[in-house]
Each structure stands twice: as structure tokens, then as C-alpha cells.
């Protein structure tokens, strides 16, 4: 699958409106080359350059299986960040650079939520 942002490019710079410095919200995406026979999708997006870890900053599942996602919208399922909210957390580094990794899944079923 390719996966790729409507609002910045791959290895670029994430626009201040999808950080804490601005509007918070998630970006909008474009999905292509989903595999047959997938039901559901999931992503994650983390900051592998946080000083304690990766940090996770998104979690959604259960995505219906569609070529985008738009700006600012819950496309499915979320799960707990470790902001420990259920919902978007962009970009809010202590310091320095880092990078975020959005990992989308293609999913051969939909995900059951666990209780906790």
C-alpha cells in the first residue's frame, strides 16, 4: 500500500495546524493500492525519537476500506494514544527533530476493541 498526506510531503515538514502549537487535528491522507480482499484498515503514528521511546500519537482501526481520509475526521476505531487519549495527539517534541511514522495495515477482518 502507499500512503501519502495531502498537506506535506514524505520526509517533510508537518504543518504547524496538525501539531499542539496549532489546531491538533490529523491530517488529511490518501490511501492507493489496497490489497484485495481487505476489510478493514488500521493506522498508527508514532515518533520513534521521543527521548523515553516511541511515542504513539494515533490509533485507529476498523477503518472502512476507502482511498481517503480526510483532514480532521475520526475514519474509525480509536485507541489510546500515550497521551493516554482516545484521539489524534500531533506533534509536540520536547526538543530537537523528530520523525513521525504513520503505519497503515490492511486488515483481513474487523478488530473486536478489548475493555481496556
Same mark, same amino acid.
Given at each position: 500500500?502507499?500512503?501519502?498526506?495531502?498537506?506535506?510531503?514524505?520526509?517533510?515538514?508537518?504543518?504547524?495546524?496538525?501539531?499542539?502549537?496549532?489546531?491538533?487535528?490529523?491530517?488529511?491522507?490518501?490511501?492507493?493500492?489496497?490489497?484485495?480482499?481487505?476489510?478493514?484498515?488500521? *493506522?498508527?503514528?508514532?515518533? &520513534?525519537?521521543? @527521548?523515553? %521511546? +516511541?511515542?504513539?500519537?494515533?490509533?485507529?482501526?476498523?477503518?472502512?476500506?476507502?482511498?481517503?481520509?480526510?483532514?480532521?475526521?475520526?475514519?474509525?476505531?480509536?485507541?489510546?494514544?500515550?497521551?493516554?487519549? *482516545?484521539?489524534?495527539?500531533? &506533534?509536540?517534541? @520536547?526538543? %530537537? +527533530?523528530?520523525?513521525?511514522?504513520?503505519?497503515?495495515?490492511?486488515?483481513?477482518?474487523?478488530?473486536?476493541?478489548?475493555?481496556?
Amino acid at each position: 500500500m502507499k500512503l501519502e498526506s495531502l498537506e506535506f510531503e514524505n520526509n517533510g515538514v508537518i504543518p504547524q495546524k496538525f501539531t499542539c502549537e496549532g489546531k491538533d487535528i490529523n491530517p488529511g491522507l490518501i490511501i492507493e493500492d489496497i490489497p484485495e480482499g481487505t476489510k478493514r484498515l488500521a *493506522l498508527i503514528m508514532d515518533d &520513534p525519537d521521543a @527521548p523515553m %521511546g +516511541t511515542w504513539v500519537h494515533w490509533v485507529v482501526f476498523n477503518i472502512h476500506v476507502t482511498d481517503v481520509i480526510e483532514e480532521n475526521t475520526v475514519p474509525g476505531t480509536q485507541g489510546i494514544n500515550d497521551f493516554r487519549k *482516545l484521539e489524534y495527539g500531533g &506533534p509536540c517534541p @520536547p526538543s %530537537g +527533530t523528530h520523525r513521525y511514522f504513520f503505519k497503515l495495515y490492511a486488515l483481513d477482518e474487523k478488530l473486536q476493541r478489548a475493555n481496556s
